[in-house]
T-cell receptor
Framework: GQNIDQPTEMTATEGAIVQINCTYQ??????LFWYQQHAGEAPTFLSY????GLEEKGRFSSFLSRSKGYSYLLLKELQMKDSASYLC????????????FGAGTRLAVHP | SAVISQKPSRDICQRGTSLTIQCQVD?????MFWYRQQPGQSLTLIAT?????????ESGFVIDKFPISRPNLTFSTLTVSNMSPEDSSIYLC?????????????FGPGTRLTVL
């Protein structure tokens, strides 16, 4: 199967920068998604990477290396509201693109 | 972006009963997905609901336990049958959107199920 691995928990300080890493198995890989999920709410789309390199979107950036099976989500100028779970999900081929989710990284932002 | 609604938003049910969860999308989509998110864990795909054909179930999930209907291109239901406390979870539906990237999905708000 396609294992998606990411750290379970991270903590950071308001105003700082945090990087959340994600690794995946490259077989059948088609693209990498990051979702944000606040407690009790649905996941919301943050970013999509299909080619190698960095995609920047405001305070959030996402990086992908297809050859290494590696991605990271970079959050800058952290705010308290960024405290949430961040889900890494890979799209893999198999008739249609199925999303396989990692376990999620719970980020706690402290003052 | 797609707007997805689910009913009910939450429910508390007795062991042995069944609950049907509804999912409505504001646009026509070929596929809809049903996920389970157990407490403190990430999303696990239960099945893919295709309009006009049988749902496709993932390993570990069977139609007798989680029957799915897909009567049209904007609606689907998931039934959790003969419930036990282990079925306590959040159930989410989603629909794909090419606007998010190949494989990207929008998610409904989820149905929080507690089985006593």
């Amino acid at each position: 199967g396609q294992n998606i691995d990411q750290p379970t928990e991270m903590t950071a300080t308001e105003g700082a920068i945090v990087q959340i890493n994600c690794t995946y198995q490259t077989s059948g890989f088609n693209g990498l998604f990051w979702y944000q999920q606040h407690a009790g709410e649905a996941p919301t789309f943050l970013s999509y990477n299909v080619l190698d390199g960095l995609e920047e979107k405001g305070r959030f950036s996402s990086f992908l290396s297809r050859s290494k099976g590696y991605s990271y989500l970079l959050l800058k100028e952290l705010q308290m509201k960024d405290s949430a779970s961040y889900l890494c999900a890979g799209a893999f081929s198999g008739g249609y693109n199925k999303l396989i989710f990692g376990a999620g990284t719970r980020l706690a932002v402290h003052p | 972006s797609a707007v997805i609604s689910q009913k009910p938003s939450r429910d508390i049910c007795q062991r042995g009963t069944s609950l049907t969860i509804q999912c409505q999308v504001d646009s026509q989509v070929t596929m809809m997905f049903w996920y389970r998110q157990q407490p403190g864990q990430s999303l696990t795909l239960i099945a893919t609901a295709n309009q006009g054909s049988e749902a496709t179930y993932e390993s570990g999930f069977v139609i007798d336990k989680f029957p799915i209907s897909r009567p049209n291109l904007t609606f689907s239901t998931l039934t959790v049958s003969n419930m036990s406390p282990e079925d306590s979870s959040i159930y989410l539906c989603s629909s794909p959107s090419s606007a998010l990237g190949q494989g990207g999905q929008y998610f409904g708000p989820g149905t929080r199920l507690t089985v006593l």
